[in-house]
């Protein structure tokens, strides 16, 4: 899932940002805040995570993320190390899908 990236500051809006930026990554998938909204209606808190990371984080932490999500899938279940992680991941990134959205209405 990991299609085109771009850093993209969110706050000017440079395209390339490097330093001194608020960077993200942008993705092809669109993912937001209704996107999100949904998945934690039918209680999906690893595929926000995974879609968080993958849209906001590093490539490290977006591999995480897929190792953790792939176990929690075919397991049925999250195991405490994991769902650690996941909570701390999720909660770095969220705030930045938050201000996204307050920017877009």
Known sequence: MFAKKQ??????GDVGAERGHLIHWKVEHP??????????????HTENALLLTQ??????EAK???EISNTHNSTGYI??????????ISNKYYKNLLREHRMSR
Do not use: H, I, P, W
Not at 55 to 60: A, F, I, L, M, V
Not at 79 to 88: A, L, M, S, V
């Open 7 to 12: 850093k993209t500051c969110l706050k000017c």
């Open 31 to 44: 993912f937001g805040m209704n996107e999100y909204e949904g998945n934690e209606g039918r209680n999906a």
């Open 55 to 60: 849209k906001y984080g590093t490539q490290s």
């Open 64 to 66: 995480e993320m897929k």
């Open 79 to 88: 195991n405490n190390q994991d769902y650690d992680r996941r909570y701390k």
